[in-house]
């Protein structure tokens, strides 16, 4: 009978794993398999590519080996093998897609170190840098956009600095300096009714929602007001003054950091 691994040359390293159960349950272990892919595409600390070629390896092994054992001493009908082998080379070629793509790409290291600056906006009438240099430290509670999440799981590090905007007020604008205090974490409102940012749907063992602790740095002189950014010609291209950039965190650009803590 043709066997998986005679059909993969370059898998025949692989050590086979013989499985026990009904077709059906190897069938789902297969395509749990395939699931948690989706955990490796999320993955951003690649930890070099050795680590995720080892762990690439095992997803594969064990994809193929399953697939093996199914064909072997599960039914039999070319319908059903056919499932199987499809699953699996589905697997492979996708994870192999991965691996050569991480071979490619920056680590995280290298990717977060150049992101310095930030842009965090908050209402005055929910906090306002007056609360931030009365408490010192505070987490930054409330983030509901996904793009917004992901900088704060992805890009933000202890250390950077940013830029705390008033914003939905009579006159916004920048009005001081705050440092990011620690990695990102859940953000408990989420899982609190009472809250408004409450969500029903965010689950405690995989919170959806995340935020940082900031420290204050200090409150400038006078407003920079969203006016006096918007006329200034060095800041066309300041993400704050883009079209349909309604983002209430984003990174800033080291020369327009500079360039705005200039009109101070």
Known sequence: MLKLLDLAPKFGSFFPVTLNGSFEKR????????GNIDML??????????????EIYQFTSFSL???????????????????????????????????????????KSDRRAAVTYWLMKSEPNDYSIDNLKRDRKEPWDGIRNYQARNMIRDDMKVGDQALFYHSSCKVPGVVGIMTIASEAYPD??????SDKHFDEKSNPEDPRWLLVDVEFERKLDR??????LKDHP????FKLNQRGNRLSIFPV???HWDLVLSLE
């Open 188 to 193: 408990p409102t989420q899982f609190d009714p």
């Open 27 to 34: 069938i789902e272990l297969l395509d749990a398999v395939i």
């Open 253 to 255: 650009d080291e020369k």
């Open 234 to 237: 060095g800041l066309g291209d």
């Open 223 to 228: 407003s920079i007001t969203l006016k006096e």
């Open 65 to 107: 080996s399953l697939a093996q054992a199914a064909g072997a001493n599960g039914p039999t009908s070319p319908g059903q093998f056919a499932r199987i082998v499809s699953h699996a080379f589905g697997v492979t070629r996708r994870l192999f897609g991965v691996l050569k793509s991480a071979s490619r790409r920056p680590k």
């Open 41 to 54: 595409f999320e993955r951003h600390d690649w930890g070099g590519t050795e680590n995720i070629r080892q």
